[in-house]
């Protein structure tokens, strides 16, 4: 039997400005119970896509995406802010629930006709998910799955992932 997630968020309003309630997963991640379950839910939703790489964003999608990745037997790819990463990057410029923003991967990380799964920790308008997938395909992967902890359903960001295998554990 699962857990209930939603357990362990917290909702913190206005952060990090006026308007925003923030879905904080600290307490489900520092919950080794909860963290475990998290893990498996997401595996069990993968696994049958057979990914050969888990791509996770900064820095959230770094928690949640290596632990998923090596309870897959996957490798994993982080999606790094511009600067981070020592060779040569492709990026992604998009717009966030609040401001805009830039990801980068790796030129090398995925090899023509990889299969990955994307992974987040909250889905909110799918600005961060959509560039990250385009990213994927520059490189010539195939996106088998892309993965949420949240989905913040009145965000409607589901809809910039219209035509791609898409799951989220829990919704608000
Ligand atoms: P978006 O690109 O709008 O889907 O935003 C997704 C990214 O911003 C994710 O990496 C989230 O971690 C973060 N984010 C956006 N809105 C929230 C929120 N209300 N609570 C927690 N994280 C959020």
């Known amino acids: 039997m699962s857990l209930d997630l939603r ?10 400005t006026e ?10 991640i520092a919950d080794r119970e909860y963290f475990a379950d998290t893990i498996r839910q997401l595996a069990d939703w993968a696994r049958p896509r057979e990914p050969d ?10 928690i949640f995406g290596g632990a998923l990745a090596y309870e ?4 994993f ?15 992604a410029t998009y717009a966030l629930e609040y401001g805009t923003d830039s990801l980068q991967v790796h030129r090398d990380a995925v090899a023509a006709g ?38 913040l359903t009145f965000l409607e960001g589901r ?5 791609y295998d898409f799951h989220s554990l829990i919704q608000y």
């Open 114 to 151: 990889a299969r990955v799964v994307v992974l987040d920790d909250v889905l909110a308008t799918g600005g961060t998910a959509r560039a990250t997938v385009e990213l994927v395909e520059k490189l010539g992967g195939i996106v088998v799955g892309v993965l949420f902890v949240i989905e």
């Open 77 to 91: 790819i982080p999606a790094r802010k511009p600067g981070k990463l020592p060779r040569e990057t492709v990026e």
């Open 53 to 62: 790489l888990v791509l996770g964003a900064e820095a959230r999608g770094f």
């Open 72 to 75: 897959l037997g996957a490798g």
């Open 7 to 16: 357990e362990r968020v917290r909702d913190v309003p206005d952060f990090p």
């Open 159 to 163: 809809e910039r992932l219209a035509g």
């Open 19 to 28: 308007g925003i309630i923030f879905k904080d997963l600290m307490p489900l």
